[in-house]
């Protein structure tokens, strides 16, 4: 039984440049968030999916958007990077039913700014 | 919107003792308070979770206990293992949200 799967594992990029992260959710699970977890501290709610369309978001920017495709899976995608977006970027899957269900994370995406 | 805070930052003890980390949340709307582990180089890990209408669960040598009325929420480990080390998050979910603590980084000495 697969878990989720993100991809890359580790991303470098330059201030102002855009880029796309991806997210398999685990088999089954029809719910996808995104969270930024920055060094020693807890992940951050970035927004939900579900039915294709973002149910709820937490308090990050318009440069962070994301999608989620017919078979479930994601993108989150960021523009006009900053050095503050450094961070490690995990994704969690769940069933339908709201935020609060059981989720299940992946390993995530280390993202570097320089 | 919640704020979640735990404590502590840092716990280290003796292989085989109990570990308690303790977690405050403001929203009383609040329904759902998981715990996560998280090792280096691993996303989190769901390791126990409880809902506002249930005061205490347990699951082998782990239990988290709920107080509403004073809005905290503790993970307590018994007979603790090296394995056990790894940093520890609570979270708690209101109906539109959902916020983490900043983690509890715990080490079991053998």
């Known amino acids: 039984d697969a878990g989720v799967t993100q991809s890359p594992t580790h991303l470098i990029k330059t201030r102002g440049q855009q880029v796309t992260l991806r997210c398999s959710p685990k088999?089954?699970?029809?719910?996808v968030s995104w969270y930024q977890q920055a060094l020693g501290q807890g992940p951050q709610f970035i927004f939900q999916?579900?039915?294709?369309?973002?149910?709820q978001r937490g308090n990050f920017p318009d440069r962070f958007s994301g999608h989620q495709f017919p078979n479930y899976s994601s993108e989150l995608n960021v523009n006009a990077l900053l050095l503050g977006d450094s961070a490690l970027y995990l994704c969690a899957s769940s069933l339908a039913g709201g935020v609060n269900q059981p989720q299940h994370f992946g390993d995530g995406t280390r993202l570097s700014i320089l | 919107g919640e704020n979640v805070e735990q404590h502590p930052s840092t716990l280290s003890v003796q292989e085989g003792d109990s570990a308690v980390i303790k977690c405050t949340y403001s929203?009383?709307?609040?329904?759902?308070f998981p715990w996560y582990k998280q090792e280096l180089g691993k996303g989190p890990q769901l390791i126990i979770d409880i809902r506002s209408n249930v005061g205490e669960k347990k699951d082998q040598r782990i239990a988290v206990t709920l107080n509403k009325t004073a809005k905290h929420f503790s993970l307590h480990i018994t007979e603790t293992q090296p394995e056990d080390s790894a940093v520890y998050f609570c979270?708690?979910?209101?109906?539109?949200?959902?916020?983490f603590g900043a983690g509890t980084r715990l080490t079991v000495k053998p």
């Open positions: 088999s089954g699970h029809d719910t």
């Open positions: 979270a708690a979910y209101p109906p539109d949200d959902m916020r």
């Open positions: 999916y579900y039915e294709e369309e973002e149910r």
């Open positions: 929203d009383s709307a609040s329904n759902y």
